[in-house]
């Protein structure tokens, strides 16, 4: 039998019922890979050994008493940092934040584990979620496990190399314009981003709320699939969750992809795209034609200001959540003469460079005299993005696109020029702010061994059809092109 450390959650619940291990042996096996891994990559930032413990002895003696077993029983789960925890460190992060604990779950956390998984701990990523490397975290960056001198992707990179080093089996990430799905291409592991308000927001510290969403890493897109079907669904404690109904995303991957129509759109293969990426996506593309899927042309002429828009919609919003964090309810404050003195000091020094960048940016673009030049026109361009992937999808059942225009880069070698870290995200942030879902799949690698990631993106609460494509691609050899 093949080590923990490469099992799904199918070999994961075959070896607790064959009782060739116990739960609390396997997170023994796990914590054991951290304590030796960690220091060369820092993915994790908080470990819950108590938490892990007390549930793996609640499976173990569920088995011993022969009950049957919830859907994620023993499986092993990493949990991004900017995902509350009752009790576990929280810090986004920040400084800011240093030894904060939530005293409650994230409502994607407490129905996970209600279906037996297991809390590790918490993954290290940009702060406040804030970044395309995993470079702005306060606490270091994260090393891609596939290059350690490569950046994993960000912002959630910590949990994208959790599962890509065997470190957890599924772990949990949020995305913005990208931050599943980017460090997924990097890391060389599926990475799902559900449609907005397909899963529960309640317990996920804010970035720009009308964007961010909590989605999974795995190891396939089968277990991908299984917290899917878990996370997904309403939230009365979310008002943005939607009340549509969850599908079994189980039952229908192994169906046939003949006749389904496939989107591709010229406007994701234009300049900037590099070579090795554009001749594996292209690769990626040819097979699923194989597998019976009939291509089609389609334009999304809006893609060119996505970026532009993105990053004056997501930093207005930015400022305003992040003006909670004061030195007043949360994490340490630096004393200062008056109150305001206390307030510069303590955001002064809690919050990093490029957490300060965004809330300076966002504030501009809402203060006086320029909201209709900036934020207006920004709503407007996403708008018709909206709209552009409306219509695709009238031809299309899916669109095929890269997940990043450029393969993993190496630790400093965009840090000097945001303009050049934001571009990373010229693929994803499309349907971030359309609200659609995607997910990013290994098609093959580069020439130096470099991940590279095949995007699906299927409509609104489309996510069945997403993970059916993706799952056929990943079963015909997809990762290996």
Not at 2 to 12: G, K, L, N, Q, R
Request: a positive charge.
């Amino acid at each position: 039998m093949s080590a923990p450390a490469t099992w799904t959650i199918s070999e994961v619940q075959a070896a607790l019922d064959s009782r060739k291990i116990s739960a609390r042996e396997l997170i023994n096996e796990f914590y054991a890979r951290i304590e030796q891994a960690n220091p060369k990559f820092n993915i994790y930032l908080a470990l819950s050994p108590e938490r892990a413990f007390a549930q793996a002895d609640k499976i173990d003696a569920a088995i011993a008493a022969g009950d049957a077993l919830p859907p994620l029983a023993g499986v092993p789960l990493a949990v991004k940092d900017v995902i509350s925890t009752r009790g576990i460190p929280t810090t986004c992060g920040s400084r800011i934040l240093e030894g904060y604990k939530p005293p409650y779950d994230a409502t994607a956390v407490t129905r996970l584990e209600n279906a037996g998984a297991i809390v590790l701990g918490k993954t290290n990523c940009d702060e406040f979620a804030m970044g395309s490397s995993n470079e702005n975290s306060a606490y270091g960056p994260v090393r891609n496990p596939v290059a350690p001198d490569h950046v994993p992707g960000g912002s959630s990179g910590g949990s994208a190399a959790a599962v890509a080093a065997g470190l957890a089996v599924v772990s949990l990430g949020t995305d913005t314009g990208g931050s599943i799905r980017q460090p997924g291409s990097f890391c060389g592991v599926p990475a799902m981003n559900p449609s907005y308000g397909r899963v529960s927001r309640y317990g996920l510290i804010a970035y720009a709320s009308s964007l961010d969403r909590i989605g999974p890493f795995a190891r396939t897109v089968r277990d991908a699939a299984s917290v899917m079907s878990v996370i997904a669904g309403r939230d009365p404690r979310d008002a943005t969750s939607s009340g549509a109904a969850v599908p079994d995303y189980l039952s229908g991957l192994d169906r046939s992809l003949h006749g389904l129509r496939m989107g591709i759109p010229d406007d994701y293969f234009g300049e900037g795209i590099d070579p090795e990426v554009r001749e594996k996506i292209e690769a990626g593309i040819r097979l699923l034609e194989k597998l019976g899927c009939k291509r089609v042309s389609i334009r999304m002429p809006n893609t060119d200001y996505a970026i532009a828009a993105y990053y004056i919609l997501a930093t207005a919003e930015a400022s305003s959540n992040l003006a909670r964090f004061d030195g007043v309810r949360y994490g340490p404050r630096v004393p200062g003469a008056t109150l305001m003195e206390m307030y510069k000091k303590t955001r002064g020094r809690g919050f990093g460079p490029e957490v300060k960048r965004r809330i300076v940016l966002g504030t501009y673009v809402l203060s006086a005299g320029y909201y209709d030049a900036y934020y207006l026109k920004g709503q407007k361009i996403r708008a018709l993005i909206a709209r552009d992937f409306r219509e695709a999808f009238e031809k299309a059942d899916v669109i095929i696109t890269p997940t990043s225009p450029v393969p993993p880069f190496r630790l400093g070698e965009r840090t000097a020029n945001p303009l050049q870290m934001y571009l990373a995200d010229s693929y994803t942030v499309t349907g971030s702010m359309a609200g659609v879902p995607g997910i990013s799949i290994p098609s093959g690698k580069t020439s130096k061994g470099l991940p590279i990631g095949l995007q699906v993106y299927g409509p609104a609460f489309g996510e069945d059809r997403v993970l059916h494509v993706a799952h056929a691609f990943e079963r015909a050899g997809g990762s290996d092109l």
